[in-house]
């Protein structure tokens, strides 16, 4: 029956060093995330930092598991935050700023009510038009939605009044919108400063895409190259999170020595 819980109990006290490194990566993967989803204002990284592991259980509960997209989770989450959701809405009547809508916003978008949370993030924009964290989220659902014409004109905003945005989530973002517009001259430009600035891997392999198709093979083959062995270098949950690219540049790679 394999080990019960006396045993497993016992199995975590002889290993307490490993359990520590888990413990500690699991509260960093929650501040992560929460520093690239909510941004650094939010209330929640005090609860991070202040409460530690307990802090970092409260945030998967309250916004990392909701978004798991899981119809009975979804069903769940609207059920048990409707404290949270019934707070924002006060906010938004009673003090009706731009960074309420926001927060609404957020959270409706976590709840799978994508036409609500629309609709909060253009009021935050009607009142601060370059609002980035307001274009941010309305972009995000113009991506849901494949409507890239779109989101193409909000992310050049962004990165017109925030280039770094969210360290870099914007210029990648503008780079996909690009190459999926199949403005090609657009796209490479954008792609190459992505990758000078921020090295994200799907930048060097839409790079890479773009260079294939234009006959540039050993330029192409150049950028795989370098994205396989800067990757070498990153931490271990970059290098988890870029697998599926390394993976399709390996593929790429493979069929480029055969050209």
Not at 119 to 134: R, V
Request: proline residues 3%.
């Amino acid at each position: 029956m394999g080990l019960g819980l006396s045993s497993l109990f016992q199995a975590l006290y002889a290993a307490p060093v490993v359990l520590q490194v888990l413990m500690f990566g699991f509260w960093f993967g929650m501040m992560y995330h929460c520093l690239k989803r909510e941004g650094g204002r939010s209330s929640w990284i005090y609860i991070l930092i202040f409460l530690n592991l307990a802090g970092a259980a409260l945030y998967f509960l309250v916004k990392v598991l909701p978004t798991i997209d899981i119809p009975q989770i979804a069903y769940f989450s609207r059920w048990t935050r409707q404290a949270e959701l019934r707070q924002a809405e006060a906010e938004v009547r009673n003090i009706g700023k731009a960074y309420q809508y926001i927060k609404l916003g957020r959270l409706l978008y976590d709840l799978k009510m994508p036409d609500k949370a629309a609709g909060a993030f253009a009021t935050a924009l009607d009142k601060e038009p370059n609002n980035a964290e307001a274009l941010w989220g309305a972009t995000v659902l113009d991506l849901d939605n494949k409507q890239f014409a779109a989101a193409r004109e909000k992310l050049s905003l962004i990165l017109e009044v925030e280039p770094d945005f969210r360290r870099g989530d914007a210029s990648l973002a503008y780079g996909k919108v690009l190459f999926e517009l199949e403005d090609w001259p657009a796209a490479r430009q954008q792609l190459e400063r992505d990758i000078k600035r921020w090295g994200n891997a799907e930048s060097y392999l839409l790079l890479a895409r773009i260079l294939e198709q234009e006959g540039a093979y050993d330029r192409a083959k150049s950028h795989l190259e370098t994205m396989l062995a800067r990757s070498q270098g990153t931490y271990e949950f970059q290098y988890k999170r870029n697998r599926p690219y390394l993976r399709q540049a390996e593929r790429m790679l493979n069929r480029l020595a055969r050209t």
